[in-house]
């Protein structure tokens, strides 16, 4: 049975790229957005470039015309509110039958961090446009997991808070598989997917297994939000960020962060567990 036209918004990010090698494994070539045929010519083994600019809405008629299921990401841009409405008008105004849209495990429209609104705002548009959809929603991946290294190696310091709240995590490539299964599979239309692996850490819990792989005798941070937020920005954040990650451990503190089963049912097996992925993902040391 021939594959239904498969179009990756967002292809060449940290989740995009990793969908595309998940759908190659599985014999799809899907269509991959892309602002420009250079970026195109670095993951054309993978997919058909198609050309069009989220920013340019007038580009993306072409690029989106007879994809039949479209997977959605941008990137956490000052208009990534613009960029992801776009692709979603662009997704519907081609006649597409389904859209799988990336949003987060804390989204709401309530939230006071304008990317945890949008991914509410956009997570719960996408369920009345009268086209199949999903909604993937992550927890924090491993990647981000802490959220900055150079505190660890420099000052043996994980400048992560949240007391004896538990934090959640997952490996992104688990998610583009699921991403993937959603995209090649009927059996998850209207199903919104909280994905996490199987573990929890405290920070405290997190400074030990930290402590055990790098031997070293890593600390936890101790401070009020606005020293965490310096912290975090003295570290490596992104100045723009660093306001969302020192919120996020208040979020973790209120205890809303929990495993779930989800990816493991979808997977059908267990996710990756993180003390395992940072045995062989740890960074060198500086």
Request: glycine share 6%.
């Amino acid at each position: 049975m021939n594959q239904p036209a498969i179009l990756v918004v967002g292809a060449t990010g940290r989740l995009g790229s990793r969908l595309l090698h998940k759908l190659a494994a599985a014999g799809v070539k899907p269509r991959a957005l892309v602002r420009n045929p250079e970026k195109g010519a670095l993951i054309a083994s993978l997919a058909t470039p198609v050309i069009g600019d989220l920013r340019s809405p007038e580009t993306l008629a072409d690029a989106f015309r007879g994809s039949e299921r479209v997977f959605i990401v941008a990137p956490p841009a000052p208009d990534m509110e613009t960029l992801e409405r776009n692709a979603i008008e662009a997704t519907v105004a081609a006649g597409s039958k389904r859209i799988v849209y990336l949003s987060n495990f804390a989204a709401t429209e309530n939230d006071e961090d304008r990317f945890v609104h949008i991914h509410g705002l956009h997570q719960n548009l996408v369920t009345t446009l009268g086209i199949e959809w999903t909604v993937l929603r992550p927890t924090r991946y491993m990647t981000s997991f802490p959220f900055v290294w150079r505190s660890i190696f420099e000052q043996n310091l994980l400048i992560e808070t949240g007391g004896l709240g538990a934090m959640t995590c997952i490996d992104p490539d688990d998610v583009a598989t699921i991403a993937a299964k959603t995209l090649m599979e009927d059996s998850h239309i209207r199903q919104m997917y909280k994905l996490t692996s199987e573990e929890t850490y405290t920070a405290a819990e997190l400074a030990a297994l930290l402590s055990r792989v790098l031997k070293r005798n890593i600390t936890v941070f101790q401070g009020d939000t606005e020293a965490l937020r310096d912290a975090l920005i003295a570290n490596g954040a992104k100045g723009e960020h660093a306001p969302f990650m020192a919120r996020y451990f208040a979020k973790v503190a209120a205890g809303l962060y929990t495993t779930t089963d989800t990816a493991s049912n979808i997977l059908g097996r267990s996710p990756h567990a993180y003390a395992e992925w940072i045995e062989s993902n740890r960074p060198a040391t500086s």
